[in-house]
């Protein structure tokens, strides 16, 4: 049976990669990097280069701003090139500019008059209110890794989320990442709803999801059917 109304008080959302098309917004920001320093990849490469180097920094616990600076040397390291200060900074500003899927803003807006919204996110602050503005809605409570301290899948992102809704409440977690999301989601006894994007950038994870849904608006069109 799909996923009803009447089973969640509260939706917990994964931003990017769920709402935010996080693999464009790494691609259209980098390819021209790469060409410009004559380096030339697919934009699988860089999906996959993503997912392995950007977990790699996030264990030491430091802002997602400076994450995304050490992925860039990372990658420069990589492919040959030395990215200066200006591109770092400029990398490490740019999910301010990454833009909603296609179907997020509307679905969002169902959901809204019907669940309280909540975001869990591994991203600072700044950078997340950038965002908040291009999704149309404002989430009862935004959970960040710059105020737990840790990113996903570490379950305290998830543990933070259950105490700002006041403990277990009626809770569906919806998200893309089976790494970041799914599984520890699904380990806390959480049930999840996985929204299966295209060229997404992160690592795979034997994870079970309570529903499967291949867009948010048909998972929209499930609850509030």
């Known amino acids: 049976m799909p996923p009803s109304a009447d089973d969640y008080d509260t939706l917990t959302f994964d931003c990017y990669g769920t709402l935010i098309d996080w693999g464009a917004g790494l691609v259209d920001f980098?390819?021209?990097?790469?060409?410009?320093?004559?380096?030339?990849?697919?934009?699988?490469?860089?999906?996959?280069?993503?997912?392995?180097?950007?977990?790699?920094?996030?264990?030491?616990?430091?802002?997602?701003?400076?994450?995304?600076?050490?992925?860039?040397?990372?990658?420069?390291?990589?492919?040959?090139?030395?990215?200066?200060?200006?591109?770092?900074?400029?990398?490490?500003?740019?999910?301010?500019?990454?833009?909603?899927?296609?179907?997020?803003?509307?679905?969002?807006?169902?959901?809204?008059?019907?669940?309280?919204?909540?975001?869990?996110?591994?991203?600072?602050?700044?950078?997340?209110?950038?965002?908040q503005k291009r999704l149309g809605v404002t989430f009862k409570h935004v959970i960040t890794a710059q105020d737990v301290g840790v990113y996903k899948p570490d379950a305290r992102m998830f543990r933070a989320a259950l105490a700002a809704v006041g403990g277990r409440k009626r809770v569906l977690h919806v998200a893309q990442s089976l790494f970041h999301d799914i599984a520890p989601a699904s380990a806390l006894g959480l049930d999840t709803a996985w929204i299966r994007r295209d060229r997404n950038a992160a690592k795979p994870a034997d994870a079970k999801p309570t529903w499967t849904f291949d867009s948010l608006a048909e998972c929209a069109d499930a609850l509030l059917a």
């Open 30 to 131: 980098l390819q021209p990097v790469l060409r410009k320093h004559d380096a030339h990849v697919i934009d699988d490469f860089l999906l996959e280069f993503f997912a392995v180097a950007e977990p790699q920094a996030q264990v030491r616990g430091r802002r997602y701003a400076d994450v995304l600076r050490e992925v860039l040397r990372g990658l420069g390291s990589r492919l040959g090139f030395t990215p200066d200060v200006a591109l770092l900074d400029a990398f490490a500003a740019s999910p301010a500019d990454w833009l909603p899927f296609p179907d997020t803003v509307e679905a969002l807006q169902r959901l809204a008059a019907r669940f309280e919204l909540v975001a869990v996110s591994n991203i600072d602050n700044s950078l997340f209110a950038a965002t």
